[in-house]
């Protein structure tokens, strides 16, 4: 299907040219200029252009539908309906093993300059694919079902049914060899333009039948999914290298607006852009999708309903590199390998879900079992989404001079824009979103059984059910691992990302909250009904990211006299200098638009109700997890070096986060069960909800281990309050983060036995237990946010310069509402209620830093060092040192709400022989302006010279508040009962600075 669609698509593109009218109506004048070129020995070239063309493909009916009386064992497995559509697609593949070239290694250059693509390599691939206005669509209408009529003694399955269906404006995989030396490129760019990418499906695989009488139901690992991608494509090069020669040229990777560039013996370099709508869409409310089994009445039968998945996914760009280098002894005087992957999207991005997994029981439930096990609802909407990842596995990899003057390397973004790697190994990604919307929906999204007659000795088990909704401007991976006993070298990882996107993540409405939930409408006999372990899951972030840069090495060296690693400011921009060298830049919010706004929100609902109650069985409802995100920049960086002998080689880490954007976390949990028992029983614990909104997160991880060396040098670490910081010394770490705009994290928790919204027949709890105990809510809103860690094995120095600036509004609150109620003349007689134990926290903070570093030294150092800080500026000076610097200037808001109560005080209500206990609930709310942890220990034995110095400056009113009803009961007539309320705790702490240093020397 995909290839006649394709050759359609060139078919109509062929046409276009015997009219020149219709070339005035349909070509763009620019893509006259469009070139694809490669030069070398072997070279592979690939065009491909879609313009104004409609490309679809559909399926209107079910691929499976069976329809029968009365039955016996019926299994419909493994069916699989598919559509992809593309409207250009290609896939390259060369093999260099065979080929008769040199094995001395060349420069190797490509780059893709406007709409024109360079590869220039002894094996060169260049492929341009674009997709210029009409339409790409897949739709999918209809589902598996079977349609019965009693099922006796014996099965039905629907088990391993897949319908998939995806739509991709172009996709192109290459893959390349080079065992001959001769250098290496792969060179791809892609771009849709004003050409919308759609997916749709609608319907259920559902399975409906009568009577079920020792008979069985599966419903097993079925999926649905609707997947829509602008742009996607895979490369991958393998090369075998021996000698490098020079470029001649300052950089190993270059990117600047639409241009991207690399120079180096084996390189990959990716271009996509989107200024498109991309849309995917699994079910409507017309047409629901996910999984049901529907049956009138069920007598000692097995429902099981599990594994099954349905999702939606809809990117802008999605992109895959991986280079792998081998080779006994690499020697250079130029770049080795670079891969630059650079992505730029501006075009909405949509992703939504109608539908879960459910099951319906219109009559009786007796002597049965029903389980709705792992099933999943996943919704993801991203902009870019990138994977960019680099092996280096050598004998000896050595340079006799390097770039920019020298073997070390350096990621930058320069002042001027431009983003730039110099090293012999680099690993860059880059990625920008404008001012569009990404947002996934996600209606339902979870898990039900409907029983609408009593059920009667049985079991209803809702457990390990998730749901999410996912959405991210820009998401990257992006990964350098190198092994060589010896290494006298360089390497730099780089990664920007750049958004002005508005984000929203929406999980469950009010007329179809998500969740867990289970409705025996007539009442409860004899049952044990667990709705536990369920999970869901909203999260909005702009830029996210995670880097990881490491050497294993026997002796690790940059091949001359190590200058100063640097990280954070440099002469001409920011980022890290150094033999090994990662550079982290995010970016939201531009002054000259409006400011983004990024929301995640979840209505969930865990529940157990119906119009009766529950005589002589058990309720559960535990260890259901919620949680709604919202972030601007979120990054995760590591750099390991590890060798025996790390006498010469420096490292850095750098990240820096800009974000300006308007923040709001909502989660909403609902937890209910009967409170009408009768020698029943219902727990409600172990259950937690949180709302959690950062507009810069990091957590920075820096490690160097090896042989201790006889020399040590001086760190020298600055940071001011405008945001900036500078580290210089042998291995170096620095973080800077500025925030405006507003953070908002709001947690809601209702845990209720017999709720106002839900009517009951019967009333009151005779010989039974309510509990509800150990469940937790929060609400956590900060504005800048690092972790960052050093860790030092051998006399080198270094440290950690921290600068974190907030302007931001911020505020969190937590409102929790924990109660047992029952209706007027209700008595609670023989029984038990405990509410205890459970926890509600509202946390709100400007910045906040933890800051460590671990060292193990040889020898004893005594050289001086110094420590300065005052309004403008804070630095330390030191073998060792750590500096933090914070300043606040927007108002920090933390309030907590919340009630326990047990409300008896009705008409002619009676507690007899019973006992109530209210204890040990806590709520809390804590606001602190600036909030940091500094800590320097050293290994036994050796005491190295340490300069630590903390710097602290809060310009805003903040508040932390407490309020709510009052813990307690109010009863009517109590006769030999025990009420107690004990042990809750309620407090409120605001702090403009708050700071714990510690310096734990060890001898």
Not at 193 to 220: C, E
Not at 945 to 962: D, E, G, K
């Amino acid at each position: 299907m995909t290839r006649s669609i394709h050759v359609q698509a060139n078919r109509q593109h062929l046409l276009a040219g015997i009219s020149s009218l219709i070339l005035a109506a349909t070509l763009v004048p620019t893509t006259a200029a469009a070139q694809t070129n490669a030069d070398g020995r072997t070279v592979i070239v690939t065009t491909q252009r879609s313009q104004n063309a409609a490309i679809l493909a559909s399926r209107t009916s079910p691929p499976v539908s069976i329809a029968t009386g009365d039955l016996a064992d019926t299994t419909v497995s493994a069916t699989d309906t598919t559509l992809d559509v593309k409207a250009g697609a290609n896939s390259t593949t060369s093999d260099s093993t065979s080929l008769p070239l040199t094995r001395t290694s060349v420069m190797s250059s490509g780059s893709v300059l406007g709409d024109t693509v360079n590869s220039d390599a002894g094996l060169a691939i260049a492929t341009q694919q674009t997709v210029r206005g009409g339409s790409v669509a897949s739709s999918i209408a209809g589902g598996t079902t079977i349609s019965a009529g009693n099922i006796s003694t014996s099965t039905a399955t629907i088990a391993r049914d897949q319908s998939n269906g995806s739509a991709f404006g172009n996709a192109n995989t290459a893959g390349l060899r080079d065992d001959t030396g001769a250098g290496a490129g792969i060179v791809s760019a892609q771009s849709v333009l004003g050409a919308p990418v759609d997916s749709t499906l609608s319907g259920r695989i559902a399975l409906t039948a009568g009577r079920l009488d020792d008979g069985r139901i599966q419903i097993d690992a079925n999926g649905q999914s609707s997947t829509a991608t602008g742009n996607t494509s895979d490369l991958g090069l393998t090369a075998t290298v021996a000698d490098v020669a020079s470029s001649g040229r300052d950089h190993t990777t270059h990117a600047v607006d639409d241009s991207a560039e690399v120079d180096a013996a084996e390189l990959l370099v990716q271009r996509q852009a989107i200024s498109s709508a991309t849309t995917a869409v699994a079910g409507t409310a017309l047409a629901p999708s996910g999984t049901l089994a529907t049956v009138e009445t069920v007598d000692h039968g097995t429902i099981g309903i599990t594994g099954n998945q349905l999702s939606a996914d809809a990117a802008g760009n999605r992109a895959t590199a991986s280079l792998d280098v081998e080779g006994a002894t690499i020697t250079h005087d130029g770049s080795i390998a670079g891969s630059l992957v650079m992505q730029a999207a501006d075009g909405n991005v949509t992703a939504s879900t109608y539908g879960g997994s459910a099951a319906t029981v219109a009559g009786q439930f007796d002597t049965s079992s029903l389980l709705l096990s792992g099933n999943g609802v996943v919704t993801s909407a991203r902009g870019n989404v990138a994977s960019n990842a680099m092996t280096v596995k050598a004998a000896e990899t050595h340079a006799s001079t390097g770039l920019e003057g020298g073997p070390i390397g350096t990621a930058l973004t320069h002042g001027s824009g431009d983003r730039s790697t110099s090293a012999a190994y680099a690993v860059h990604t880059d990625q920008t979103v404008g001012a569009v919307d990404i947002t996934t929906e996600q209606h339902f999204g979870g898990a039900a059984a409907a029983l609408s007659g009593r059920v009667t000795g049985s079991t209803v088990t809702l457990t390990g059910n998730a749901a999410s909704a996912d959405a991210v401007a820009n998401q990257g991976k992006s990964t350098l691992s190198i092994e060589a006993p010896v290494f006298l070298s360089s390497a730099d990882l780089l990664s920007s990302q750049s958004s002005d996107a508005s984000l929203h993540a929406r999980l469950g409405d009010g007329d179809m909250r998500a969740g867990a939930t289970i409705t025996p409408w007539a009442g409860i006999d004899n049952s044990r009904l667990t709705i536990d372990g369920n999970t869901l899951r909203a999260d909005a972030v702009a830029n996210r990211t995670s880097n990881a840069l490491s050497l294993t090495s026997a002796s690790a060296n940059d091949g001359g006299d190590h200058p100063t690693s640097v990280a954070g400011t440099l002469d001409s921009g920011y980022g890290a200098a150094a033999t090994l060298a990662l550079a982290s830049v995010q970016k939201v919010g531009d002054p000259a638009l409006p400011r983004p706004a990024i929301d995640a929100q979840i209505l969930g609902r865990f529940s157990v109700t119906g119009e009766g109650g529950a005589r002589g069985s058990s309720i559960d409802i535990t260890a259901n997890r919620q949680q709604a995100s919202a972030g601007a920049n979120s990054a995760d960086n590591s750099l390991i070096l590890t060798a025996a002998s790390t006498s010469n080689a420096g490292t850095s880490l750098s990240n820096a986060q800009f974000g300006d954007a308007a923040l709001s976390a909502i989660s909403a949990f609902k937890a209910v069960a009967p409170g009408s028992l009768d020698t029943a029983r219902v727990s409600i614990t172990d259950n937690a909800n949180a709302a959690i909104a950062t507009m810069n997160d990091a957590a920075n991880s820096l490690a160097v281990s090896g042989t201790p060396v006889a020399s040590f040098g001086t760190a020298v670490m600055v940071a001011d309050p405008l945001g900036g910081a500078s580290a210089m010394g042998d291995h170096v770490l620095a973080n800077a983060q500025f925030s405006q705009g507003s953070v908002d994290a709001r947690a809601l928790l209702v845990l209720a036995a017999s709720p106002d919204d839900t009517p009951i027949q019967e009333a009151g709890l005779v010989d039974s237990s309510v509990s509800i105990t150990g469940n937790s809510t929060a609400a956590q809103a900060t504005g800048n946010r690092a972790l960052s860690a050093v860790s030092l094995n051998g006399n080198l120095s270094g440290g950690i310069a921290s600068s974190q600036m907030n302007i931001a509004s911020v505020s969190a609150s937590s409102a929790e509402n924990l109660s047992l109620r029952t209706l007027p003349g209700s008595d609670i007689t023989g029984s038990s209620v405990d509410i205890a134990g459970n926890a509600s926290a509202a946390l709100a903070r400007g910045n906040v830093a933890e800051n460590r570093i671990d060292v193990a030294w040889s020898r004893d150092s005594f050289l001086p060092v110094s420590g300065v800080a005052d309004r403008f500026s804070a630095n330390a000076v030191a073998p060792v040192s750590l500096v933090n610097v914070q300043s606040n200037y927007g108002p920090i808001n933390a309030v907590v709400t919340g009630s326990a109560l047990v409300p008896l005080n009705q008409t002619n209500t009676t507690v007899d022989a019973s006992r109530l206990t209210i204890g040990g609930n806590t709520s809390t709310a804590t606001a602190y302006g600036n909030g940091a942890s500094n800590s320097i220990n050293t290994a036994p034995g050796f005491q190295p010279s340490i300069s630590m110095v903390s710097s602290q400056h809060n310009y805003a009113p903040v508040s932390a508040v407490a309020s709510g009803t009052p813990i307690g009961m109010a009863v009517g007539s109590v006769r030999n009962a025990t009420l107690t309320v004990a042990n809750n705790a309620i407090s409120a702490s605001a702090y403009g600075n708050i700071v714990t240093n510690t310096v734990q020397v060890t001898r």
